[in-house]
């Protein structure tokens, strides 16, 4: 399968900290995608980052890519309480289809 | 208002029961996508849609059933409902890229 494992599959850390979280896969990959999901809620897409980067930055998030490795990192710095939500990693292989294949998540909890 | 709308958010039903969930979008995408997510597992792939004519099963296709009745509409059916048909359901849209937009979910229980 192409499913990403996300890990851990809980954090909890206390507000103003970093939170970091990984993404491991098995095959090649065109992209990687996170995702956040507030409890019960709709998937929101975060970031995206293609095969050929190696990192990419949006306000308080950076992702990391290692193609070698087959993993991705997000990292989310100064972390607030409304960051806290379960975090997908979701593979897209290329080709047609356009579909995505998720992970089981992390699920993040900041402690204000 | 949302992009992706889903209907009902919340059911209850019985096994045995058909039942029909909807999703309506307003991005103007193409691409739609039926999920379904357990505790623990994630998401799983139900029925994904390119047009009207085009429909695709996922990976856990049994069971279920898709029509794709018009771009901004994408229902989702189970003809003979069973417990462990409970779950959260998803719709999502995908445009020119790769990113796709979800919808809120059902929470869907079958008794």
């Known amino acids: 399968s192409q499913q990403g494992e996300e890990d851990p599959q809980a954090l909890s850390i206390q507000e103003g900290e970093n939170a970091t979280m990984n993404c491991s896969y098995k095959?090649?990959?065109?992209?990687l995608q996170w995702y956040r999901q507030n409890s019960g809620r709709g998937l929101v897409h975060l970031i995206l980052?293609?095969?050929?980067?190696r990192e990419k930055h949006s306000g308080r998030l950076r992702v990391t890519l290692d193609t070698s490795k087959k993993s991705s990192s997000l990292l989310i710095t100064a972390s607030r309480a409304a960051d806290t939500a379960s975090y997908f990693c979701?593979?897209?292989?290329?080709?047609?289809?356009?579909?995505?294949?998720f992970g089981k998540g992390t699920l993040l909890t900041v402690n204000p | 208002d949302a992009d992706v709308t889903q209907t009902p958010r919340n059911r209850i039903t019985k096994t045995g029961k058909r039942i029909m969930l909807e999703c309506s979008q307003t991005?103007?995408?193409?691409?739609m996508y039926w999920y379904r997510q357990d505790p623990g597992l994630g998401l799983r792939l139900i029925y994904y849609?390119?047009?009207?004519?085009?429909?695709n099963k996922g990976e856990i296709s049994d069971g279920y059933s898709v029509s794709r009745q018009a771009q901004a509409k994408f229902s989702l059916s189970l003809e003979s409902a069973i417990p462990n048909q409970t779950a959260l359901y998803f719709c999502?849209?995908?445009?020119?890229?790769?990113?796709?937009?979800f919808g809120p979910g059902t929470r869907l229980t079958v008794l």
């Open positions: 979701a593979i897209y292989s290329g080709g047609s289809n356009y579909k995505l294949t």
């Open positions: 095959t090649s990959i065109n992209n």
């Open positions: 980052i293609r095969s050929n980067e």
């Open positions: 991005k103007g995408h193409d691409r």
């Open positions: 849609s390119f047009d009207v004519k085009d429909i």
């Open positions: 999502a849209t995908g445009g020119g890229g790769d990113t796709q937009y």
